[in-house]
């Protein structure tokens, strides 16, 4: 278990061979660690459980960055050197049904704040979000109008219109989203059942998130 600082390892970035994206790469002593999850500066308690959780439960490599703005998570790959092996590449996590689950439940939530809340409240939760997804560099969300579309006109359920979420995007927002929860409902029943929002994913799919989910620290809030 390591707990570093951002003098004491290289961070660079890689082309994915599959995909039209870049993949963080931090180095430390040799070796490579891919980003996991990112928290703000004020989630120091959060980063470390979650942190915690990854190396003491799930018995992963993981290193804990502490920048003045920010705290990271990033867990160990191997990479050779031209970028990710190709081995790698066919056990990496499907993260599609990752982005389907996590965008329906934003939608939700969205929803939901516009029935009980009100169109004012609505429109502050758009803004909120906005800035939780471009601070994050969340990709197809870099125009101001990009999150109007994501929480209303795209639809979840047609694959070729999720974004390509990686799953420390999925993470990220699933955090982000019940943090904002908390505070426009004032309590966090709208992140429990789980199961019954995603009614509409089709059931491998939802399987597939709900057991990831429940390996997950987050399955501690959305449950």
């Given amino acids: 278990?390591?707990?570093?600082?951002?003098?004491?390892?290289?961070?660079?970035?890689i082309q994915h061979p599959k995909r039209e994206q870049k993949i963080p790469i931090l180095k430390y002593q040799d070796?490579?660690?891919?980003?996991?999850?990112?928290?703000?500066?004020?989630?120091?308690?959060?980063?470390?459980?979650?942190?915690?959780?990854?190396?003491d439960n799930q018995g992963k490599f993981c290193i804990l960055l502490e920048e003045p703005n920010r705290h990271s998570v990033w867990g160990r790959i191997r990479l050779d050197q031209i970028g990710i092996k190709e081995a790698d590449l066919e056990s990496d996590l499907n993260t599609t049904p990752l982005a389907q689950a996590g965008l329906l439940l934003l939608q939700t939530v969205y929803i939901d704040v516009e029935d009980l809340l009100g169109n004012r409240q609505a429109k502050q939760f758009q803004k909120d979000m906005g800035q939780v997804l471009n601070e994050w560099k969340?990709?197809?969300?870099?125009?101001?109008?990009?999150?109007?579309?994501?929480l209303v006109q795209v639809d979840p359920l047609d694959l070729?219109?999720?974004?390509?979420?990686?799953?420390?995007?999925?993470?990220?927002?699933?955090?982000e989203l019940y943090r904002l929860g908390k505070d426009y409902f004032?309590?966090?029943t709208?992140?429990?059942?789980?199961?019954?929002?995603?009614?509409?994913?089709?059931?491998?799919?939802r399987k597939q998130f709900l057991s990831w989910l429940r390996q997950s620290p987050l399955g501690k809030q959305w449950r």
């Fill in 1 to 13: 278990m390591l707990i570093l600082k951002r003098q004491d390892v290289e961070i660079s970035s």
């Fill in 31 to 55: 070796q490579s660690f891919r980003l996991i999850s990112v928290f703000a500066q004020d989630q120091a308690e959060e980063a470390k459980n979650f942190w915690r959780e990854l190396t």
């Fill in 138 to 150: 969340f990709p197809q969300v870099e125009k101001p109008e990009a999150i109007g579309r994501l």
């Fill in 160 to 175: 070729a219109q999720i974004p390509p979420w990686e799953e420390h995007h999925v993470i990220t927002l699933l955090q």
């Fill in 186 to 188: 004032g309590n966090a």
């Fill in 190 to 205: 709208f992140a429990e059942e789980v199961e019954d929002i995603l009614q509409d994913q089709p059931a491998q799919e």
